[in-house]
């Protein structure tokens, strides 16, 4: 494999990594704007506020942890992916140097 080849594998890797953080940001962000406009209507509603302060809580909580849980779940994705290209890498340097020093034909 030429390390033209290796290196765009790589940043190929790399590209799919920041898209799956990018999503999960994207995703994390539409979910708290759902639960602002959510808690935008209980609160334009005629309940009473103890009762809609507790849902809005509520509701920000539960879009919070799922972002959070979004992005945990892309950061984990991402750091697979580059140890998985780090090993890749290694694993391509070490037949190449295999190749050259003729340990192993081609």
Known sequence: MAMK????????????AEKL???????ANEILLKGREEAK???????PMA?????CDGIVHKASMEAEEK???SVR???EISTNADKK??????LIVSIITGAKAA
Do not use: G, P
Not at 6 to 11: D, G, N, Q
Not at 21 to 27: C, I, M, N, V, Y
Not at 51 to 55: D, I, N, R
């Open 77 to 79: 994705k991402a750091s």
């Open 41 to 47: 209507e209980i609160l334009s509603s005629e309940l």
């Open 5 to 16: 080849e290796i290196s765009s594998s790589v940043e190929d890797i790399e590209l799919e």
């Open 51 to 55: 009762e809609v302060k507790l849902e």
């Open 89 to 94: 890498v290694a694993e391509i340097v070490d």
């Open 71 to 73: 992005i945990a779940d």
């Open 21 to 27: 953080l990018e999503e999960a940001k994207t995703r």
